[in-house]
């Protein structure tokens, strides 16, 4: 059953499906290889007793009219295949028994955050004079497309970068949340300032640019669940001749003399490619898929591909996003009138008080308010979501021997806690679930194989942001997905997937 392709796809992410999509409508005999029975990874939905949860994903940005992800859907011819609904407003931050609700427009924004904290007016202006200035450097520097230049213009854009970039050259590096704590002194605005970024110790760049997203509620929800778009994506692919090989692994990329030249399934089959793509987990695909093998097939004994030793360091260097652990909740509740009401989309800072090893602050969306379609009649579906990685620690730390049963307890646990503390904002919320999931770190490691449960691939701390570039070391061996762009999500998986595809291109 061995087969040759022009290329084969390790993932059926966005990034993959992206690049399968592109490569298809040109012709290329293209497979996809997907370890689970549906794509989409961590962009990907399920069904409890007539609910639908988004597993990962709950809303996506640029997908209005002049959004990335609607203009490359319009180059594949699916824009119209698609019904995004937007978020507005797209924020409510509760901070105890308070709630402020985000308005849509920056000068609503200002004017709101002003009326809501007379007394720190001055640093509101401050903080959203320097933030306009980042993110409009951003959008200039993102129209230049400084991944695709190479040579001696690679060398003049970064000769000349602090100069036409100034407040990205001085700002990439340092804390968001510093910079909030200088320009503002009230306790909740700082909160209200920082929550923006979503992810703890991001930079200020990055703080500055999710903020331009919050303020132009940059916020959607496709219209079926977020599983909608990997879906649609899926059965374009196919309908342009592409294949998708589902509840198959790849363990090996076969490599001969520096170049990519085939994969192995786990079911022992060998499949040539002239050329692969990873929307893979990268450490997996770098540390434990990738082998040389001398003699021009499958041997039982390949070695290790060949990379250079700083690639290879960094991989494993290189920290990681943040994970999460989420409860899914299916409710016999009205939530149109109840404190949520103000926007589908909420985070919750409770009060100081002792709640064993849970953050500080959880998350809240109520997809069914953007969507009646995911939730049985006069009925919702609630996502609780928290920063998982300090609680999970024991679980990746002991996976060789792991007590299924001690797990289980420990993750209802968890899930019982979360779901107190989301009966705070939504009262009474305990006793109308109807159907209730939860999904740990561990979980989304198994699913998605991305290590720890990486939730937007390398970590977005001001430190770190760290990328791989999406042409590898060895030959006709490419990437796409998270791991390739810093901050990693659904806008980058859709970019990097086409670039992996263009790339392809002109390698073959």
Same mark, same amino acid.
């Given at each position: ?15 993959? $499906? ?22 989409? +990874? ?9 609910? =639908?949860?988004?597993? +990962? ?19 594949? +011819? $699916? ?127 990055? $703080? ?29 692919? =196919? ?63 390949? &070695? ?5 030793? &700083? ?39 409770? %009060? ?8 500080? !602050? ?64 939504? #009262? ?8 209730? %999931? ?6 989304? !490691? &198994? ?33 796409? +997905? ?8 659904? #806008? ?6 086409? =670039? ?9």
């Amino acid at each position: 059953m061995d087969k040759s392709y022009d290329t084969v796809i390790i993932g059926s992410g966005i990034g993959g $499906l992206t690049a399968g999509n592109f490569l298809a409508r040109e012709g290329l005999s293209t497979l996809i290889v997907e370890q689970n029975l549906r794509p989409g +990874g961590c962009a990907s939905s399920f069904e409890r007793g007539g609910f =639908r949860f988004d597993a +990962g994903v709950h809303w996506i940005a640029q997908c209005g009219q002049d959004g990335l992800i609607h203009q490359i859907l319009q180059e594949l +011819g $699916l824009e119209k295949e698609i019904a995004f609904v937007q978020i507005v407003p797209p924020l409510t931050v509760a901070i105890s028994s308070r709630r402020y609700i985000i308005p849509q427009g920056k000068p609503q924004v200002i004017t709101y955050l002003k009326d809501c904290f007379p007394r720190e007016q001055s640093g509101i202006d401050r903080f959203f004079r320097l933030q306009g200035e980042i993110a409009g450097e951003m959008v200039r520097l993102f129209a230049q497309d400084p991944d695709a230049k190479e040579g001696l213009d690679r060398l003049y854009f970064h000769a000349t970068f602090p100069l036409r970039f100034p407040q990205i050259a001085r700002f990439h590096r340092r804390e968001g949340a510093g910079v909030v704590d200088r320009l503002v002194d009230d306790g909740d605005l700082r909160k209200i300032l920082k929550i923006a970024a979503i992810f703890p110790r991001v930079s200020m760049v990055l $703080l500055s640019w999710f903020w331009e997203i919050i303020a132009r509620a940059d916020c959607y929800y496709p219209k079926g669940g977020i599983q909608r778009i990997a879906d649609t994506l899926g059965d374009n692919f =196919r309908r342009q001749g592409g294949e998708i090989c589902f509840g198959k692994k790849v363990v090996e990329i076969l490599c001969q003399k520096g170049q990519a030249w085939g994969v192995r399934l786990s079911d022992g089959t060998v499949i040539r490619a002239k050329a692969i793509i990873s929307n893979a987990d990268a450490r997996q695909t770098f540390l434990e898929m990738l082998r040389e093998d001398g003699y021009g097939e499958a041997s039982p004994w390949p &070695r290790r591909a060949n990379l250079p030793k &700083r690639y290879l360091e960094q991989i494993r260097r290189w920290r990681l996003s943040e994970s999460f652990f989420y409860v899914y909740l299916g409710v016999d509740l009205d939530l149109k009138t109840t404190s949520v009401s103000g926007s589908p989309i909420l985070w919750y800072f409770p %009060e100081k008080k002792e709640r064993g090893p849970l953050p500080d !602050y959880v998350g809240m969306s109520v997809p069914s308010l953007n969507d009646e379609g995911v939730a049985p009649p006069g009925m919702h579906t609630v996502v609780i979501g928290a920063f998982a990685d300090r609680i999970c620690e024991k679980w990746f730390t002991d996976r060789e021997g792991i007590d299924k049963e001690e797990y289980y307890r420990w993750k209802i646990q968890v899930a019982d806690s979360l779901t107190r503390l989301a009966g705070e904002v939504i #009262p009474d919320l305990e006793g109308y679930v109807v159907v209730r %999931e939860a999904a740990s770190p561990w979980t989304f !490691y &198994r699913y998605t194989g991305n290590c720890m449960g990486a939730s937007s691939g390398w970590s977005m701390d001001a430190k770190e942001q760290n990328k791989l570039p999406q042409r590898t070391p060895i030959r006709n061996f490419f990437l796409a +997905g998270h791991w390739t762009f810093n901050p990693g999500g659904v #806008p980058a998986a859709f970019l990097t997937g086409k =670039r992996a595809a263009e790339l392809v291109r002109q390698a073959i």
